[in-house]
């Protein structure tokens, strides 16, 4: 269609006609900020101005590409449906191409395929579209319908257009201020999902009470929560709002199946606007049965692990726009480091609790012998692990000094300490020597069925020789503090660790330990930083742990000083230290 | 932990006809799985596991290779630690990984 700007008398008529119908438009621009009242408003004036039937505006998508249904009059499923069209296609997508009013006398005879069903559904003959222009930038368009025929005449387009002029700079600006406004609403949403106030929550009251405020903040009718199990293979259902049976019933899925899933291994947001048609199996029954029918799913990741899924849904149709998403996304990533520090805090009472269990309480009393021993939780949550000391006996009645580190933390580290731990008591019982209690114990854990990896040094004291026999299975070498030496570590040869699958045998090695010298066996955690060597950390215990004869417990107190000052330590730690004291039995 | 995982990469290796992947950064229970993933895509009898960038290796990522080296061994296949230096050759010393069959490690390049 040609430009048709209404020129001479009719445009004098025009504009005396015009200037009640701009002052409304103008009015209802200036009464309204929210983009939705407004357009609301602005389409009831256009419709009685125009005498139209029919009203509609869509919007200019943020990809730019595409035109969204934003506000209809006898048309509202439109904006209900979500209806999108690219620009270019359609009657509205021409519109918006050509920047062009366009009139479709009969749309029955449109020489542009009608793109949108329900204009044929609803009856509509004629149409009138103009497009929506602030600045030389489309924001949209608007365009009428009639259900009679009706040949709009370039007075209506004029009228039209100028209307819309007016339209497109209201919209404009209340776009600018709804954009201010989501700013402001998203700030003070992420505030309250990120409110300290969470941390101090049970995770079950947690979760509850993040899907309460999400549900709230995106709309919606149901909200789920699943985490990942320890084992990083499936997801299981913990909090639900709207869906209770999912967590009722103990839903779980692994990763890659399902709705959840699917979100869980690709780490990537996914909208199923339609459940009917969703183009992922739905593997739940509950959202079905709940007749749920737009799902939207983000990851919950936190330092780039992924520990669950959070989605939304609702009960009727709704495209879930790219805001949506986006909102849902900085919930999730706020609400996962709530989660995250819940979960943490939990795994660490756990593990803390089974720690305190298999430690022993109680050390021996061994004529000659001082024992000391000690054992220090990480000061980070997430690290609570499977270290642990321990004393027992060989089948030969020597006893048996034993530290050991399961690799990883947390609740399955501090059970599968337990597990080393009860192996290597029970095959010392019945073994000649440490290095046979080793290799049995590293069978043990070389069984299909087992896994887990921890590193073990075993000593046998024989306290009336003064000597220590040790087998070691990847473990850090322990350290010899003497009267009259300095500090040394006793390199002892070895084999891998527990749970490596090494068949071969462990090398056996004797140590003296002389009157008055102390001998400390200990975890990883004490010697090993980041960016430095072990030799350095071996170096800086060597230092601590000075020279010189020194009873065990203030060689512990020493050395922790020193190399986890303030009782704080990124990694657990177990000390074990036995000092030989004959002399002193002589001498006191 | 995070800026170790930004830090952290994974590329792929060949050096002396042997195919396989080089760590770059510190190698720990924030980055290991990525690792892991990482061998378990690749082919071949032999893999090559380059280390020479690899700055720091923590049990975590002792316990990644370790896994690695039992999974290809049940497969008749091996794998080759190679440019191992600083932390990680004390590491892999003190776990006395090349004791395992189906691993051969490397100070420098691999000489096989």
Not at chain 1, 425 to 445: G, H
Not at chain 1, 501 to 514: D, F
Request: aromatic share 4%; with cysteine; charged share 25%.
């Amino acid at each position: 269609m040609k430009e048709s700007r209404p020129e001479g008398s009719s445009e004098r008529s025009l504009r005396s006609d015009l200037t009640d119908p701009l002052q409304l438009v103008t009015e209802a621009a200036l009464a309204y900020l929210d983009l939705d009242d407004l357009l609301a408003e602005l389409l009831e004036r256009i419709s009685s101005i125009m005498g139209s039937d029919t009203a509609a505006i869509l919007l200019v998508e943020d990809d730019r590409e595409t035109l969204a249904a934003r506000a209809a009059k006898g048309l509202e499923e439109e904006v209900q449906r979500g209806f999108r069209l690219p620009i270019g296609a359609g009657f509205a997508g021409r519109v918006a191409a050509t920047r062009e009013p366009i009139v479709i006398e009969d749309i029955e005879r449109s020489p542009i395929e009608i793109v949108n069903p329900l204009l044929r559904e609803r009856g509509i003959r004629s149409l009138l579209g103009v497009p929506l222009v602030v600045e030389g930038r489309l924001v949209g368009i608007m365009h009428i319908g009639t259900f009679a025929p009706r040949l709009f005449s370039e007075e209506d387009v004029g009228l039209l257009r100028l209307v819309a002029d007016r339209c497109a700079l209201a919209i404009d600006h209340a776009r600018l201020y709804e954009a201010e406004h989501r700013q402001r609403v998203r700030a003070e949403a992420l505030h309250q999902i990120g409110e300290t106030a969470l941390n101090q929550l049970e995770l079950g009251e947690l979760l509850n009470e993040l899907l309460d405020r999400i549900t709230k903040l995106i709309g919606t009718d149901t909200a789920a929560i699943l985490l990942v199990d320890e084992e990083g293979a499936n997801l299981a259902a913990r909090a639900a709002k709207g869906l209770e049976e999912e967590v009722e019933r103990g839903f779980q899925l692994p990763i890659g199946a399902g709705f959840a899933g699917r979100v869980a291994a690709t780490r990537e947001p996914i909208v199923i606007e339609d459940l009917e048609h969703s183009p992922i199996e739905i593997v739940n029954p509950v959202l079905r049965e709940r007749g749920i029918r737009s799902l939207l799913g983000v990851p919950l990741v936190v330092d780039g692990r992924l520990i669950g899924v959070l989605h939304v849904g609702t009960l009727t149709q709704r495209a879930f726009s790219r805001d949506d998403v986006e909102l849902l996304q900085l919930v999730a990533e706020r609400a996962a480091q709530a989660i995250d520090h819940d979960l943490l805090v939990q795994q660490r009472r756990i593990a803390e609790e089974l720690q305190a269990k298999l430690l022993p309480r109680k050390l021996l009393k061994v004529p000659g012998m001082q024992f000391a021993a000690q054992y220090l939780p990480a000061a980070e949550h997430a690290a609570v692990g499977g270290d642990w000391y321990d004393i027992l006996s060989f089948a030969d009645g020597r006893l048996g000094l034993a530290v050991g580190d399961v690799v990883g933390n947390g609740v399955n580290a501090a059970a599968m300490m337990g597990e080393v731990r009860s192996a290597v008591r029970a095959y010392a019982l019945e073994a000649r020597d440490p290095a046979d209690a080793i290799s049995r114990t590293a069978r043990f854990f070389n069984q299909p069925g087992e896994a887990g990896m921890a590193t073990v040094i075993l000593g046998a004291l024989d306290s009336a020789a003064a000597r220590v026999t040790f087998a070691r299975a990847g473990h850090p070498h322990p350290l010899l503090v003497a009267p009259n030496t300095s500090s040394e570590f006793l390199r002892l040869p070895g084999g891998p660790l527990i749970g490596s699958g090494y068949q071969g045998a462990y090398a056996e090695s004797t140590a003296e330990l002389p009157s008055g010298s102390t001998l400390l066996l200990y975890t990883d955690g004490l010697i090993e930083r980041r960016g430095r060597l072990l030799r350095e950390g071996e170096a800086e215990l060597v230092a601590a742990a000075a020279d010189g004869e020194i009873d065990p417990h203030a060689l512990l107190a020493r050395v922790l000083d020193r190399l986890a000052p303030d009782g704080t330590t990124s990694d657990d730690i177990a000390l074990l230290a036995v000092q030989n004291q004959e002399h002193r039995r002589y001498l006191g | 932990m995070s800026l170790n995982a930004e830090q952290f990469s994974i590329t792929d290796a060949e050096i002396n006809g042997l195919v396989g992947v080089a760590v770059s950064g510190e190698l720990d229970a924030a980055t290991s799985d990525r690792l892991a993933a990482a061998l378990e895509a690749c082919n071949g009898a032999s893999i090559l596991l380059d280390l020479e960038r690899c700055t720091f290796v923590d049990s975590s990522g002792i316990r990644t290779i370790v896994e690695a080296v039992r999974r290809l061994d049940d497969e008749g296949r091996k794998l080759v630690v190679c440019n191992v230096r600083g932390q990680v050759r004390e590491m892999i010393e003190l776990v006395q990984l090349d004791a395992l069959d189906g691993v051969r490690v490397y100070s420098g390049p691999p000489t096989e």
